[in-house]
Each structure stands twice: as C-alpha cells, then as structure tokens.
C-alpha cells in the first residue's frame, strides 16, 4: 500500500532494493523501440532536408578514411584517434558516400536515446524514462548535428550508453556489466581519447549501489584493464610510427596551446600558426608531430603560469563557451562557410535568429530541469543517480582546463536528460497528486523540501553563472598580457607584454594581442607596457615598428621607447596618410640578464575626439648587437 500523500512511484534509494512506495512496471521494449524510431526518423529527416558538406576537421575524417580504404593504413599526417576513422573507412570500402557516412551521426544520436532511456528508467522509472527518451530524440542541436562528420556525437553516445549497459546488468552480472563498461567506453576512447581516463569513474557507482570498496575497485579496474587493451593496437601502431608507445592522439598539445592563447582568449587565430612556427621552429599539426605537440604543450603551460589571474579568467570563458548556450552547434551544420550550397545557406540564415533562440530556450530548459532533478535526487537519496554526476563534471573540467567549443559538450549534454525527465516527471506527479488531493503532512513537507531545493539549485545556478562570467571577464581585463614574437640577436622569441600603466589589476589593462605585435588601447591618458628579454652584457640596438589601427579615430598620441628605464626614442602617431609604420630606435648598454623594454603612450591634449582615447599598435621588436 501507498502511504496517502506518498508520490506512487517514488524512485528507489537503491535500484536493487525495495521502493518506499510503489514500484512501476518496467518500461517495455515497444516503447523503447518507439523512442529510437522517433530519433532515427527526426535525424534522417535532418540529413536529407539539410545537405550539408564537410569542411575543416570535419573533411578531415572523411578524406583520411578515402585513403585508408585505398591504402589499408592511415596517412603519415594523420594526428587523431583512429576509431571515427577506422568506421567510416569500413562505409566507403563497402561503396557508401557522404549519406551513409551521416548515419553514423544519426546511429550515434539514437544509441543515445536508447542508452538515456534506460538509464532514467532504471534510475528514476518507467514515466521519467519517456519524458527523457522523448527530449533527447527531439534535442535541437543533437539532430543539427548528426549531419556533421565529427567524433563529438559518436563519443558522447559511447559514453553514455557504457553507463547503461553498466546499470543494466550490475544486479544480476556484475562482471559482465564491468567488461561492458570496458569494451564500450574503450570504443569511446578510440573516437576521442578523453574517454580513457574516466573509466575510472565505474567506482563510485559501484560503491552506491552498495558494493564493497574492494569489489568496487575489483570492477572498475576490470573495466580499465579491457579498456585499455582495446587501445593496444592504436598504441603498437604509435610505437612503429613514432618510435615511443603511448595511447592518445597527438595533437593535445596544440589543443592546449590555442586555450592558452593570451591574445585571443583562447580561441583559435590564424596568427598562432605564425607565432608558434617563428618561436619554435615547429608547424601546427604538422610533422614532427611528436616533437611539435611537446612544445606546443610547453608553451601552453609557460603561458598559463605567466598571468595566474588571466589565466583564471580565462576558464571562465571557456567554461561559458563550452556551457553557456548551444546556438554555436548550429554554426557546423548550417552557417559555416562551404557547409551549405548557397541556396539552402541563404534559407536558413533569413531565419537565423529564430533557430539560435529556439535551440538555446530549449537548452536552458533542459539545463534548469537537469537540475532541478538533480534536487530532487539528492532529496530521495538515489545515490547511484548522483554517482553518475562525476563524468560529466570531469568531462568539463578537463575541457575548460584545457580547451572548449561547444560542441564538446554534447558528452555531456547526454546525462542531464535523465535528471531532466525526473523533473518533469516529479512536476506531473505532484500536479496529480495535489489534485487528487492525496497529500499529508508527511507528503507536503517532502513536497516542501524538494520544491524549495530545486527552485534553489536552478536560479542559484542562473544567477550565478552570468557572475561567474562576468568576473572572468574581468580577471581577463584587468590582467591582459600578449605574447609577440620579438627578434633578439638574430634569434626569433616570444616576449610576454604587461602593462605598466595602469598597475597590474588596479584598472583595465592597455595591453592587447594583435596578429603581429602588441597593442596598447589607452582608457586613460596614459598607458605604458614592458617585457623582459633576456640578453648577454654588451651594446644593443632596440628597434620597433609603431603606428595606429586603420579602424582607431586616430587622435594624436605621443609613443616612447625606453630600455632598462633609459629613454630610446619618441614619436607622434598617427603617421600622415599613406606613410609606413613609424621606426622607433635606439642604443643601450647591458649588463646581462633580463632588459626591460617599455613602451609608453601618452594622449596630447589636442586630440580631436571625446569618446575613444586611441590605440597603438608595436610590431617588429628587434634586439641586436650595436655594431658601430
């Protein structure tokens, strides 16, 4: 019997064990068959309504799967993990084009369905099981997706459906739950290899659901082993072909380096290319690829350690990037330039506001329901459902630590679905409930908790974010700092610009990265910034290129060269109109060690504007022995 005012299907504290009121019928294989048939018809609707073209990465794939097919191997450029590849190489061995290809994106995006599914229904009941089926079959940006050729959605369904075959079978074969857990998410980690390290994670679900500590490690350990062993032959391969065995790609090390990008706020520019070839002698994602993501990786870790509070401000922003909203999932399969033929490009871009809100309402949806669940979870002690919170933050972690796009996120995207269809279940329950008028007092205080947690969780979660953002965005202003490519001693290096003026963090930084020098941006009178090169004692010329942005309103700035706090040279900017770049030069004694170079911008009083105070631009920074 249902105590009256109890909720009929309350979830289990534990799968295994007895409900604390009345358990649902197990969700029937129909429905879950109607579930993936909605999935699959929505994304072939998709793919045959939207003929999209691969470009970038995404052609990438489905050129190095052309070659494998015709050579048997990969291509000696090839950097990434094999398993995307290795599918799509069996498609066009077996005759299929670019239509058979996006099936792996529609297969991926119903394997997530089922696999959600039956996570909720194990978890949270036959009712939360549809509701989340259904939103992730009708998930915007999942089905704008499933026409692009890219490993985020195939991983993000391996991903999830490891932990579905793991609930599924942990009662009744513990064992073959964990080799599932292994062999599943080892396929995962061939497709992107971030997948590996979170096979660890099997742990604590184990240990909610009661299991010993030992017969969890027992496991998971199973599950790392077989996991592990399916990337054997990826690794073998990386020993012939690099002559070191290792099991990831081989290009991390780049990834992170355009994270760390001072100049750009982590996101990837065309100058980096530059900057990374003249500083290290090494091409991005080009032979020796070995060598090159090691110095990529080194660089990257040089500039995060440069500015700790830049650098902090800048996991905000990839955080926002790779969680704020979902409308840049749109920009791959529709408003990316080649993806479309101009037609079918123009059709949608009339209407692209409309699809960016629509895709985005329907995430903040999700996410507030996700969390909303995830209240209601820990108020019901369903502790197997809160072990599962672990993946995706792990997944975010490592994504905003290192580099963020959105569509990263769909890895993690997958698991708020369950929580999200044990809010609306909670909400249809609790509107039946109150009119049935089947409450006590023990229901209405339950009822109580879990309405004022959940309404807590979400707008702490709304209101939080946009802060969280916003002094991000502020570190990052306050702490800007480039890095430039400078010519010392006939030597190419990177040289780290501060500002001077104002004082680091006592007001907006002057300092500003640009494509080939660095910029000061006055938001006072004055602004001045330094960096410290590192020379032998001896005489040396200090020269740089300066003049003024094309788009600036050009008010007259007076710019100065100083080194080791002696004055070198001045000059007035903006040049007269069709004059190059202005030569600031002059000569200093050293005594070794670091030379601090200063470039200070002072605004004459007779600039003509009121509301822009003026930039200017510093390129082409040569130290060289004074020969003379």
């Known amino acids: 019997m249902t105590a009256p005012g109890d909720m009929s299907d309350e979830p289990p504290s534990e799968p295994a064990g007895p409900t604390r009121g009345r358990r649902e019928p ?36 489905w050129e190095s799967a052309g070659y494998f097919a015709e050579h048997g191997a990969f291509d000696p450029e090839f950097i990434f993990m094999p398993g995307y590849v290795l599918a799509l190489a069996a498609l066009r061995a077996l005759g299929g084009g670019l239509f058979a290809a996006k099936l792996l994106g529609v297969g991926a995006g119903v394997l997530a369905t089922v696999a959600v599914t039956g996570i909720a229904a194990r978890l949270f009941g036959r009712a939360a099981a549809v509701v989340s089926g259904v939103l992730c079959a009708l998930w915007p940006a999942g089905i704008a997706v499933a026409s692009v050729l890219g490993t985020d959605m195939p991983a993000a369904a391996l991903g999830v459906a490891a932990v579905w075959l793991l609930l599924r079978d942990a009662d009744a074969r513990p064992v073959r739950a964990a080799v599932l857990f292994g062999v599943v998410m080892g396929a995962a980690a061939t497709v992107r290899a971030i997948a590996l390290p979170l096979v660890v994670l099997a742990a604590p679900i184990w240990w909610a659901r009661r299991t010993s500590f030992a017969g969890g490690l027992r496991r998971t350990a199973l599950s790392c082993a077989i996991a592990f062993a399916i990337l054997v032959p990826w690794g073998l391969r990386n020993q012939a072909r690099y002559g070191e065995l290792f ?83 749109l920009y791959w399969p529709l408003f990316r330039q080649g993806v479309l033929p101009p037609a079918a490009l123009a059709g949608f871009a009339a209407h692209r506001a409309g699809l960016e809100a629509f895709v985005d309402v329907f995430w903040f949806a999700l996410v507030a329901a996700a969390f909303f669940g995830v209240a209601v979870a820990t108020s019901r002690r369903v502790f197997v459902a809160l072990a599962l919170l672990p993946l995706p933050l792990a997944l975010s972690a490592l994504y905003v630590a290192f580099f963020a796009e959105v569509r990263y996120h769909l890895a993690i995207a997958v698991f708020l679905f369950p929580f999200a269809g044990l809010a609306w279940r909670w909400l249809a329950q609790t509107v039946r409930d109150g009119l049935g008028r089947r409450f006590n007092e023990r229901g209405r205080r339950r009822l109580a908790r879990e309405l004022v947690g959940g309404l807590a969780l979400v707008v702490a979660l709304f209101v939080a974010w946009p802060r969280v953002v916003a002094a991000g965005a502020e570190l990052r202003d306050r702490h800007r700092w480039a890095a430039v490519v400078c010519d010392v001693a006939g030597h190419a290096q990177l040289c780290a610009w501060k500002p001077t003026v104002p004082a680091p963090g006592e007001g907006p930084s002057a300092v500003r990265g640009v494509w080939n020098g660095v910029g000061l941006k006055l938001s006072t009178a004055l602004a001045a910034a330094a960096t410290d090169v590192d020379v032998p004692p001896g005489r040396y010329v200090v020269t740089v290129m300066a003049d003024t942005p094309e788009a600036s309103p050009a008010p007259e700035i007076r710019l100065s060269l100083r080194a080791r706090g002696v004055p070198l040279a001045s000059t007035t900017l903006p040049q007269p109109a069709g004059a190059p770049p202005a030569a600031l030069s002059g000569v200093v004694e050293h005594l070794g060690g670091p030379m601090r170079i200063e470039l200070g911008a002072e605004r004459l009083w007779l600039a003509p504007t009121f509301f822009d105070l003026g930039a200017v631009w510093a390129s082409d920074l040569k130290i060289e022995a004074d020969v003379h």
């Open 247 to 329: 099991f990831t790609d081989s290009h991390g090390g780049h990834t992170a380096l355009v994270g760390a990008n001072p100049n750009s706020e982590g996101v990837y520019s065309r100058s980096l290319n530059l900057m990374f070839t003249r500083a290290t002698g090494y091409q991005m994602l080009e032979a020796p690829h070995r060598e090159s993501d090691r110095a990529a990786y080194a660089l990257a870790r040089q500039w995060t350690a440069f500015e700790p509070d830049y650098a902090l401000g800048l996991l905000a922003a990839k955080a926002d990037r790779l969680l704020g909203r979902e409308r840049s999932l």
């Open 26 to 61: 197990a969700l029937r294989g129909r429905a879950v068959l109607g579930l993936a048939a909605l999935a699959l018809v929505a994304r072939l609707v998709w793919i045959v309504a939207v003929p999209t073209h691969p470009v970038g990465d995404f052609a990438m794939y």
